[in-house]
C-alpha cells in the first residue's frame, strides 16, 4: 500500500554556484539554486580513510570506518546535514520549494463530475476496491441525480476475501504434485494467501459474479476499516488447511474426500468473514434503496447487486501498462495470480509510457475517470499531496547521485506497483503534452488538498506502471495485442504485485 520514499529519478549534476542577489525577475529554481552549495567541490579535503579493509576488501574495517566519519565532519556542509538530517524526515528536510510551488490544483482538461465525498480506506489495503467504486458510482451519481455518493468497499472485499481463499486452496492442490512446498512458486502463494491488494482483472470477476451495493445497505464494519488483525487469522488458518490439504492428495485421499475436507475449511473462512465483516446482501436477491435527488426529492430503488452493476460496463475496459523490461505491444499475464478461480486472468497491454498517457487524456477527453496503479510512496508527499521526480534533493543532502531506470528498479526490486488512484483530470502545455495530473486518493479529506493530489508528468513516466481505459481510445494495433497469447510471467514477478 505504498512504500517508503525511496529512489529519486537523477537531478541535475553539478549545478553551479551562484551569488546570494536574486534579481526579481529570476525563476523559482534560479532562486533556490542562488542558496545552493554546490557540493561537488564543498569538500574541505577528501579522506584518506577507507571503509573496506586494505588488506582484504570483502571485510569493513571498524577502525578506518570510523576515521573516515571523523573525516566526514570536517567539512561544514556535512555537520549542517547532521543537524539537520538526523533530526528530521530527510525527506521532508530535502523538498525543492520550486517543486512545490509549481505543482498546483490547476488543469484545463478535467472530467465534468468527479465523484463525492473523498473517501477513506483507513488501516487496510483496500485502495484498488476504492479507486474501482470511485470510478464507478460517477455514472451512478449521474444516472440517478445524486449529488454524494459510495458504493460499498466492504461488499466487494467480503466476496473478495471468500474468493481468494478458494482460490488458494485450489492452487495449492493443483500444484501438490509438482511442486514442493518449499518451491519457489509454492512459497509466493503461502506469502500472502488472502491479502487485502487486488488488481483491476480482479475488480471484473467480484463485479461480474456478485455485483455491487450502495454502501448505506453495507457499511464498513471495524475490521474492513482495520482489517491487519482479521487477514492474520485467514492467512494463519489457510496455510495450515494448504498443508493438510496439500498432504491428502499426495497420500492418495480421493477427490470426494478433498472436496469435503475443502468445503469445511471455506466454511471456517466465510464464517469468520461474516463475524468480522457482517453478512453480505446476496447477489441475486434485490435490495431496497433509498436516496435523495440534487433536486431534494426522496426516491426509492428496488433491485439486485447484479442490476444495479449494470452501469458500470466493467467488462469492456483493458488494462495497459508500461513496463519496459519487457517488448511493448505485447501481452502479458501472471501465474497464478487472480481471485475468482477460472475466471478472467490477470491481462495486461504492454505498451509505452508515451502511448498510456495519450489513452489517459483521450479518456478525460470523453469525461471519463481512469484506474491507475502506481508505485506511490516514490518522490511523493502525502500531507500536500504531492508526487514530483523533483521534489526531494537527496544529492544536495548526502551527496549522492541515484539514477536507475524505470526497467533497472523493477528488475532489482526498487519498484512496483504498490496503490490504486483515480485520475480526474490534466493540465496541457501549448502543444498539447501533459504537464501536471489530478489524483483523487482515499486517504480521506486530511491527505493532500481535501483528497486531491497532484502528479507531475515526469513521475507518471517513473512511478505509474497501469493505466486501466476503454479500448476505443487507442489504436487499432494495441486492441490487436489483446489477441495474442500472453506472455506469462510468474508470480513473484514485479507486475504480479497487487494494488
Known sequence: MGNAESTPTPTQPGRRRLTSTSSPTQSLDEKFDAIRIDHHHSHTSPSSHNVLS??????????????????????????????????????????????????????????????????NQRSSGRCWIFAATNVFRIAIQQKYDIKTFELSQAYLFFWDKVEKANYFLTSLLDTAAEYDVDSRLVSALMASPVGDGGQWDMIVNLVAKYGIVPQTLYPDSWNAQNSSTMDRLLTTKLREDGLKLRAMRNDGA?????????????????????????????????????????????????????????????????????????????????????????????????????????????????????????????????????????LVDYELGFDVQLGMSKAQRLLTGESQMTHAMVLTAVHLDKEGKPVRWRVENSWSVAAGTEGYFVMSDSWMDEFCYQAVVDPAVVSKEVRDVLSQEAKVLPLWDPMGALA
Not at 449494470?310 to 505485447?330: C, G, H, M, Q, W
Not at 499475464?333 to 490477470?346: A, F
Not at 509505452?352 to 518522490?379: E, N, T, W
Request: glycine share 6%; hydrophobic share 35%; aromatic share 6%.
Open 254 to 390: 480421493s477427490d470426494e474426500e478433498i472436496a469435503d475436507t475443502k468445503e469445511g475449511m471455506m466454511q471456517d473462512v466465510v464464517r469468520i468473514l461474516t463475524l468480522c465483516l457482517g453478512p453480505p446482501p446476496a447477489a441475486n436477491e434485490k435490495f431496497t434503496w433509498e436516496y435523495t435527488t440534487t433536486k431534494h426529492q426522496v426516491k426509492t430503488a428496488s433491485l439486485t447487486p447484479l442490476d444495479f452493476a449494470a452501469s458500470t460496463e466493467v467488462k469492456k475496459f483493458i488494462s495497459l501498462v508500461n513496463d519496459p523490461r519487457n517488448p511493448y505491444n505485447r501481452l502479458l499475464t501472471v501465474d497464478h495470480l487472480g481471485n475468482v478461480y477460472d475466471g478472467r486472468p490477470i491481462t495486461y497491454v504492454n505498451v509505452s509510457a508515451q502511448i498510456l498517457k495519450q489513452a489517459c487524456v483521450a479518456m478525460l477527453r470523453k469525461g471519463l475517470p481512469i484506474f491507475f496503479g502506481s508505485d506511490v510512496g516514490k518522490m511523493s508527499d502525502s500531507q500536500k499531496g504531492i508526487m514530483d521526480t523533483a
Open 54 to 119: 586494505t588488506s582484504d576488501t570483502e571485510h569493513v574495517s571498524g577502525t578506518q570506518t570510523i576515521q573516515y566519519v571523523r573525516d566526514l565532519l570536517k567539512d561544514n556542509k556535512n555537520r549542517l546535514g547532521l543537524s539537520a538530517l538526523s533530526t528530521a524526515n530527510p525527506s521532508s528536510v530535502l523538498e525543492i520549494p520550486s517543486a512545490i510551488l509549481k505543482d498546483t490544483q490547476t488543469f484545463n482538461l478535467s472530467i465534468p463530475h468527479e465523484g463525492t465525498p473523498v473517501t
